[in-house]
């Protein structure tokens, strides 16, 4: 069965700081990976999408990167901003008509 | 920016009662997609929809829901008979082509079964 673990499940910086989110997942024959910003009762933004024969993407201040070989992703997020703050998902496409495969979400507070 | 758009972003309903989810997705958008998420539950697949009929659907797709396209822009999603454990956040989603390109969520209707 398909799975996406994302860690850690909160995390709280202060503003200016660089961090780092870790996605990971089961499916070596993962197709691509897409990362969403989520806020509060509010809908799903794509930020990223990395294609299986990419090895990462960015996009301003945010920089994604794919390692299938070991089942990961990362988001990585320069100098953070209490804008930052939100719930970032990471989700998996593999097969099919292309379902999104989600993990659970890391919560981001920046504080100033 | 075009937006999928979502109507009622509120539902309350009593057990047992159908419900229809409005959805507009983005107009030239070929793929169709529901999702839902129970309040702090992960995201879950519900269906896909192509080319006038469903492509994949999961295991929680019984046969209480359906999803029709009944013109050019409005995609919707009935269930028939709610229960308690309906209540939940469900995404309508769209995406212009293949697996390559993003996939764009609509701000969700927060559907609450009584």
């Known amino acids: 069965k398909q799975e996406v673990t994302q860690i850690p499940a909160a995390l709280s910086v202060p503003e200016g700081e660089n961090l780092v989110l870790n996605c990971s997942f089961t499916?070596?024959?993962?197709?691509?990976l897409q990362w969403f910003r989520q806020d509060p009762g509010k809908g799903l933004t794509s930020l990223l999408l990395?294609?299986?024969?990419?090895r990462e993407q960015t996009s301003g201040r945010l920089n994604a990167s794919l390692d299938k070989s070991s089942g990961r992703s990362t988001l990585y997020i320069a100098a953070s901003q209490p804008g930052d703050s939100a719930t970032y998902l990471c989700?998996?496409?593999?097969?099919?008509?292309?379902?999104?495969?989600f993990g659970a979400g890391t919560r981001l507070a920046v504080h100033p | 920016e075009p937006e999928v758009t979502q109507t009622p972003s509120h539902q309350v309903t009593q057990m047992g009662q159908e419900v229809i989810l409005r959805c507009v997705p983005i107009?030239?958008?070929?793929?169709f997609y529901w999702y839902r998420q129970i309040l702090g539950q992960k995201v879950e697949f519900l269906v896909s929809?192509?080319?006038?009929?469903?492509?994949?659907k999961s295991e929680i797709f019984d046969d209480q829901f359906s999803v029709e396209r009944p013109d050019g822009s409005n995609f919707t999603l009935k269930i028939r008979s709610t229960k308690l454990e309906d209540s939940a956040m469900y995404f309508c989603?769209?995406?212009?082509?293949?697996?390559?390109?993003?996939?764009?969520f609509g701000s969700g209707t927060q559907l609450s079964v009584l």
């Open positions: 990395i294609q299986s024969s990419q």
């Open positions: 107009s030239n958008h070929l793929y």
């Open positions: 499916d070596s024959a993962i197709y691509n």
């Open positions: 989700a998996e496409v593999s097969g099919g008509y292309n379902k999104l495969i």
């Open positions: 929809f192509y080319n006038n009929e469903i492509s994949e």
């Open positions: 989603a769209s995406r212009l082509t293949g697996p390559n390109e993003k996939l764009f």
